[in-house]
């Protein structure tokens, strides 16, 4: 088998000279990611980097990357998914890993498009500055959320401010989550959990909305590339009519100033939820990461 371990937080630079310097893809690729949702490993194999991901009762293979021999990899996958019993499967593939797996094993995989999955990437200066005639309804919703909380500002996250954060998300879930049926939500506390601490191991940074004192919502992220930040997650109480559109706006303009190189928002996928979709789709996104998945055709699979 592959010897697949945990990344190690203490030496970020071997993964990220992988996973920052690939050509675009899913917000998956980042050691953020890797290391807060589910259980995720890595290899270095042949010059590239391999994964091996157990997420929601299923093990995965999202595709390697680097320059490396990328063929010699996949077939040890391959031998790693027989040894283990597992049907190979491959995640977070764009077209043209479609295209290298298909050269390399004809007509051995099927492949299926992952709308679910689909990442949303804007243009940070849209965000920041919500400009012309297709921001204007965002623009309206903005001001009046700021004339109705003419006292709110926007604070940076440090590790003093955690405990308050911490209080907020938890009032945040408090209203959503059954306890006797674990989701997604589930899933998601793990991971908010897991990055207050390692938040700088991973190199997060957030900013949250406060008035008087009070927490009004909060957006934490990380750098995916050099020129493309990554959104992990951002929460805004309901009472707050606004404050989703204000901690979007405002974390976007921050990122913008901070880092000049920077050019666009990766704000992640909608999970296949509508309400979500229908948000995400509002804020006119520049492109979709399209992302497929393949599986392996079993010998008694028919064709």
Known sequence: MIDFHKPDLSDPDAYNAFLQHCPERGCEYSLANLHLWGRQQVAFLHGCMAFFSQYERRSIYPFPIGDGDIAAVLEEILQDARERGLQCRLTGMTANDCATLEDLYPGRFRYHPDRTYC??????????????RKYQRKRNHLNRFRQNHPDCRMVCITKELFPQVKEMIDAWYASRLDPEAPDEYHLEQVALRRAFEKWEELSLEGVVLTENGKL????????????TFDVHFEKALDEFDGAYAAINQAFAAHLHSKYPTLRWLNREDDMGLPGLRKAKLSYCPDRLVVKFWADLWEEDDEH
């Not at 990437?121 to 012309?132: Q, S």
């Not at 009004?216 to 020129?227: K, P, T």
């Open 119 to 132: 990442d949303y990437v804007y243009a940070i200066e849209n965000l920041a500055e919500l400009p012309g």
């Open 216 to 227: 009004m919502a909060m957006a934490i992220g990380s750098r995916l590339r050099e020129d």
